[in-house]
């Protein structure tokens, strides 16, 4: 039913495989309430932050989920895979490094998809996404994060899968070999 109103899920998994520039500290994605509230943002840059905002204004921002340690700018391809589940957000990176952070939302957290998406800015923030994306995925469940390199964006050493995502409406993309190879000439 198309008069029906779409909720964004309340569990779900955003996933990317992107080249940040070097240095950068930039959001990808960023989800405004009708209100203009930011209620999502994927940061890229040094200990990025996910930033969260459920329709009651939790967690309050020194409360966000924060990945100390990690830099998802450095001039590299990197699979980023964040699953949203319950009041956990987890980050797998490069399939290889998993860190979950709490997520002290309400139980019944809402994200408005009233208001405006916007790729590779935030509202009022000076810097921008630079680099190269090569997909950015947002599945309606937290699994998805985890089966990222696996039916998504498969890993170059491995032969990219005959078969289509668990999920139909996913479309396996051919231009991973692509990456491969520019991947493969940076390394």
Request: glycine content about 6%; charged content about 20%; overall charge negative.
């Amino acid at each position: 039913d198309p008069q029906k109103p779409r909720h964004f899920p309340e569990n779900f998994s955003v996933m990317a495989l992107v080249k940040a520039q070097a240095g950068l500290q930039a959001f990808l994605l960023s989800i405004y309430s009708e209100q203009g509230v930011q209620q999502l943002g994927v940061e890229l840059g040094r200990s990025p932050v996910f930033l969260y905002e459920d329709q009651n204004g939790k967690p309050a921002p020194e409360d966000y989920p924060l990945f100390k340690g990690i830099n998802l700018a450095d001039g590299k391809w990197h699979r980023i895979a964040f699953s949203v589940s319950k009041k956990n957000v987890t980050l797998l990176l490069d399939c290889k490094k998993k860190m979950t952070r709490p997520l002290p939302r309400g139980n019944k957290a809402v994200i408005d998809t009233n208001g405006i998406t916007v790729f590779g800015a935030r509202l009022l923030d000076e810097e921008v996404f630079q680099g190269d994306i090569q997909q950015l995925l947002i599945a309606s469940n937290p699994q998805a994060a985890y089966d990222f390199c696996e039916h998504y964006s498969p890993d170059c050493d491995s032969p990219l899968p005959q078969t289509q995502a668990q999920d139909p409406n996913t479309y396996v993309s051919n231009t991973t070999q692509q990456v491969c190879t520019q991947t493969r000439g940076n390394n």
